[in-house]
């Protein structure tokens, strides 16, 4: 430790114009030193004051300067070092240092950066302000061939890439075609790893997620499913995974998506669908969601009912049913929901047995899954009157849906489940569904329904409402005089916040509840004629208009 102590006295004395031998012994003395006990020789380097020094060391035609920055990334290790090594202003110079040609101090300069600023996101934003990624992009193409560098840019690229701002960087350089040439390259899962850890966050980025796929990534990908889909080897399942999910996360893209849709016709498209019918889960799962994310615009929504998909992702569920993998029902469900946006393709797929395929899931206890199911439900019956009643009338799903409506901790189920209650009245305009709903105990969902925070459900739970007073008010009139409906009613007129479509609705619904008497007489008690007057010069003229004929009702009747 003696030669140590020697060594940084002479580098604190030291100037630029010192010899260099004289100086590498110091540094290798140092570089020894921190091999055998890294922590203690970092503390006394620190004390030392050495570390102000080294800034001026940090030279591009200094023989030494790689060594200078192998000894900084050595310390750097540290957490404790880090910050000292940042107020000794030692990040501008290394910065500067990668455009040196080097290869030796590239590599010392890119691990002493990267240690630096481990896990600091305030020093990494700094690093792509000062410029860094397209230099690090740079150099990636040219050192191509030397593993080290290239591991090196790898996981620079991996820790920049997690932050926003490095994403419109990287979208102006050309790290799409750089990886996807270094990913053909690779042989080993570690190194296949390695490039996709820095593709998966890149690519949440849509221009980025174009790039690649112009690149040709996907080409990649569907190689890589291939050679593994069959293998039980540990690597090779979890490749076949990464590429895979990246796969998908590739369709999230618009103009990504589009490109690979090709009409339809697209040869990725086409492979992506014989992943549906695989007895590998993880394809079948890749499968569906990609399917999901295909089908997000009518034009292909039309063209994938059309060619036949349902059959399959149906096929799928069936796998499923009993003891199924949630994730695999749950991706298939999004699929089938997102398909049954496009209303031509509503009859189509209820004529292809979709409903009653959904309903086998009406079991599960999974939250997620139960979501999607009366997600895609809804989506099926919009303005299919007869599949609307169909459903309404069985007692198993109506029951069900009552009970979903009170699932306090799944916000998603509950609201979902509210909504088809109240489709089923809306598109069916149906009695025997009423009567259904009514006897299993549905209507107080629906008056709550109507006090939602979203004016979609107020609406929606409204026009429901005003069906059931039209059609069956005495079959429900016990259960809206319980829900407190009158009172609700009064809240939503009386409230300035309540929007124009909420107050036509809800005077619709007063006239409509008139025809009851024990209805009637809790109108008349709340002073309803007052609330209704002040509405006639509503700036909305609909909402006026309602309010006339609703107070000449109301006149009438008191």
């Known amino acids: ?82 910050n000292p090594c940042v107020d000794a202003g030692l990040i501008p110079p290394l910065v500067q240092l990668l455009n040196c040609k080097d290869q030796e101090v590239l590599l010392q300069t890119g691990r002493a950066l990267g240690n630096i600023c481990y896990d600091s996101h305030t020093l990494q934003s700094q690093l792509i302000n000062m410029g860094v990624i397209p230099t690090l992009v740079k150099l990636l193409g040219i050192h191509c061939q030397n593993a080290a560098l290239t591991e090196m840019c790898l996981v620079a690229f991996g820790n920049l890439a997690e932050l926003e701002s490095s994403k419109e960087q990287f ?8 990886l996807v040439k270094l990913f053909k390259k690779q042989i080993e899962h570690d ?42 080897k540990e690597d ?28 339809g016709k697209g040869s990725v498209f086409q492979r992506v669908l014989s992943w549906i019918p695989s007895n590998s889960h993880q394809l079948q799962l890749a499968g569906a969601l990609a399917i999901a994310n295909f089908a997000r615009n009518d034009g292909n929504c039309i063209h994938m009912v059309d060619n036949g998909i349902v059959q399959k992702l149906m096929d799928l569920l069936d796998r499923h049913v009993e003891d ?14 997102n398909l049954a946006i496009p209303v031509v393709n509503k009859a189509k797929m209820l004529s292809a047995g979709v409903a009653e ?45 009552v009970e979903w409506c009170e699932a306090k901790d799944h916000a998603g189920v509950m609201g979902e489940s509210n909504r088809l209650l109240s ?8 009695k025997d569904v009423i009567r259904t709903i009514v006897q299993s105990g549905g209507i107080k969902h629906l008056v ?45 007129l009386s409230d300035d916040r309540s929007a124009p479509e909420i107050k036509y609705n809800s005077m619709v619904l007063i006239c409509a509840l008139i025809g009851s008497e024990p209805l009637q007489k809790e109108v008349q008690s709340m002073a309803f004629l007052e609330v209704v007057s002040k509405l006639r010069s509503h700036e909305n003229k609909t909402v006026a208009q309602q309010a006339s004929l609703t107070e000449q009702r109301l006149a009438v009747e008191s």
């Open 1 to 82: 430790m003696d030669n140590l102590s020697d060594a940084l006295k002479k580098l604190k004395i030291t100037t630029t114009d010192s010899t260099a031998d004289s100086l590498e012994g110091c540094l290798d003395c140092l570089l020894q030193a921190l091999a055998q006990n890294n922590m203690e020789t970092s503390e006394k380097i620190q004390k030392s004051g050495v570390l102000q020094v080294f800034a001026s060391l940090l030279m591009p035609q200094s023989s030494c300067t790689a060594k200078v920055a192998n000894v900084i990334a050595e310390v750097a290790r540290n957490e404790f070092m880090r």
């Open 171 to 178: 979208a102006y350089t050309n790290i799409a075609e750089e």
């Open 191 to 232: 190194k296949k790893e390695m490039i996709f850890e820095v593709l998966a966050p890149l690519a949440e980025n849509d221009v980025i997620k174009l790039q690649l796929v112009e690149a040709g990534l996907v080409e990649c990908l569907l190689e890589i499913v291939q050679k593994t889909v069959d293998s039980d």
């Open 236 to 263: 090779d399942i979890a490749e076949l995974k990464t590429a895979s999910d990246l796969m998908v996360l590739l369709l999230l893209g618009d103009e990504s998506m589009q490109k690979l849709f090709e009409g």
């Open 324 to 337: 199924g993998n949630v994730t695999v029902q749950h991706a298939a469900l999004s699929a089938l929901r």
């Open 357 to 401: 395929a959904v309903l086998k899931f009406l079991r599960s206890e999974m939250p997620p899954v139960q979501f999607k199911l009366l997600g895609t439900l809804r989506m099926l019956i919009d303005a299919q009157a007869d599949a609307a009643e169909q459903l309404g009338k069985n007692v198993k799903l109506v029951e069900r849906l």
């Open 423 to 430: 489709a089923l009245i809306r598109h069916s305009k149906s």
């Open 448 to 492: 709550t329904m109507a006090t939602s925070e979203h004016v979609i459900m107020q609406n929606e739970a409204l026009v429901a409402l005003a069906l059931i007073a039209a059609l069956e008010l005495v079959t429900a009139e016990k259960d809206l005089e319980n829900a407190q409906l009158v009172q609700i009613l009064h809240r939503l």
